[in-house]
């Protein structure tokens, strides 16, 4: 026997950038972000936009093209804008993927070219799976346009698409060339879009740091009437703690079996899936919030103080800590329960789902009781 052993470590370095308006003649974050200097070759780019985007602010691709146009000698427009379908029906279905990949193609992007992506976090997904995966990746800058890309998946390093049933059966890890986080984007997003992304924000303060989440018991109300300058903090603070939690944890592209900030998801990406994507990602996660926050509670892990606190809170923030598609039966068995199997798989390894230990601390556990399950779940129907 012999055997050489390969070793090398890579490292990864992007910048998140907060900012306003981001496409105005005046601003000058973009062309940075790519990395635009004097002297450089142009950096060229395609921007592919969710079409929920492009409606809410019609003059955007006009504002991309001149924005591109002012700097001829950094920049150079790949082709016109591509608007594509966002929202989860743009991961459900694989055509997206396709059409993204015959257009870079055609374009004649090579891996030093730059895919723009601009859009909710379901865009960013797709689109970013399809760069991603263009001649095993293309440069990607993110300007993500929801409260919940904006305060979690934008800024991270995953990218997905769902199969054959599962949430993100398929996909890669590709951190970002560069993001931008444009809070004028958030001003035009549906009620429920706003409220849907403070979720992972509640999720990261209740994992991760305790004074966040009295900040956010603070300003729920202001935070539920969708004032600006408090959802511009809760971004902040949320992107944060995400970053640093990829930055930190020993483990930026998941190879152990613990995703800590995964809480209360076994159950939300299930009822997504089973309400039909009626249920947006942010809205399923509050649900497997409170859900887990009270089966802390009942399994002794946590005080029933701190689980009200949670259910309160999110109540607060505007969401419904119910849904019918929690109720579903499948062969006997309550659907929801399946959750639990495929949150493993997808991690693979041993079972390991975070639970509440008190408000700020996380503690990892490897099985679940149904019937503790299916009790919590009453409890959320009852206060519905
Ligand atoms: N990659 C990751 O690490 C990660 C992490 C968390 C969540 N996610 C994924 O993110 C997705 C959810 O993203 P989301 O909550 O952003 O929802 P979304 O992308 O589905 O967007 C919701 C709706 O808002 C529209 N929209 C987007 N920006 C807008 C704007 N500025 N003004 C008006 N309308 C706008 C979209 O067209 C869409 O119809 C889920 O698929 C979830 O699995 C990924
Ligand atoms: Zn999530």
Redesign the pocket.
């Known amino acids: 026997v012999s055997r050489i052993l390969q070793r090398f470590a890579v490292q990864y370095e992007y910048p998140v950038y907060f900012t306003r308006q981001v496409f105005a003649g005046d601003n000058p974050t973009f062309a940075e972000a790519l990395g635009a200097s004097a002297g450089s070759p142009p950096r060229k780019f395609l921007a592919i936009v ?4 492009a ?3 019609p003059r955007l691709t006009a504002d991309i093209e001149a924005y591109a146009a002012s700097r001829r000698d950094r920049l150079e427009l790949a082709g016109p804008p591509l608007v594509v ?7 459900n279905d694989a055509s997206l993927v396709e059409l993204v990949l015959r257009r870079l193609s055609e374009l004649g992007i090579d891996r030093h070219s730059f895919a723009v992506l601009i ?8 689109a ?1 799976y399809a760069a991603a995966t263009c001649h095993r990746g293309v440069r990607i800058v993110r300007v ?6 904006q305060d ?3 800024v ?5 698409i ?1 199969a054959f049933g599962k ?2 059966f398929l ?1 890669t890890f590709a951190p970002p060339f560069a993001v931008i986080n444009d809070a004028s ?6 009620t429920r ?1 706003r409220v ?2 403070m979720a ?1 924000a509640v999720k990261v303060a209740l994992i991760r740091d305790a004074a966040f989440f009295t900040w956010i018991v603070e300003h729920a109300a202001a935070l539920a009437a969708g004032e600006g300058e408090p959802l511009g903090e809760l971004v902040r603070r949320s992107a944060e703690l995400h970053l640093r939690h990829i930055a930190t944890s020993g483990d930026p592209f998941e190879l152990g079996s613990a995703r800590p900030l995964d809480f209360g998801h076994w159950a939300a ?1 299930k009822l ?1 899936t089973l309400s039909n994507n009626e249920l ?3 809205e399923a ?1 509050a649900i497997g919030l409170a859900l887990d926050s009270l089966y802390s509670a009942s399994a002794g892990v946590c005080s029933s103080e701190v689980a009200e606190r949670v259910v309160a809170t999110l109540r607060a923030l505007g969401f419904t800590l119910f849904h019918e598609a929690l109720l579903r039966e499948k062969a006997g068995r309550r659907a929801v329960l399946e959750g639990i199997d495929e949150f493993r798989e997808h991690l693979g390894g041993e079972l390991t789902v975070t639970l509440l230990a008190d408000m700020g601390r996380g503690v990892e556990v490897h099985t679940l009781d149904e019937a503790r399950i299916l009790t919590c779940i009453e409890a959320l129907r009852a206060r519905a």
């Open positions: 969710d079409d929920g985007v409606r809410a602010w379908p966002g929202g989860e029906r743009c991961k859009g909710g976090g379901a865009l960013l997904d797709a970013g993500p346009t929801t409260v919940l890309a979690d998946s934008g991270g390093v995953k990218n997905g769902n949430k993100n996909g984007f958030l001003t035009t997003l549906e879009d849907s992304g992972e990406h997504e947006r990602h942010g996660v």
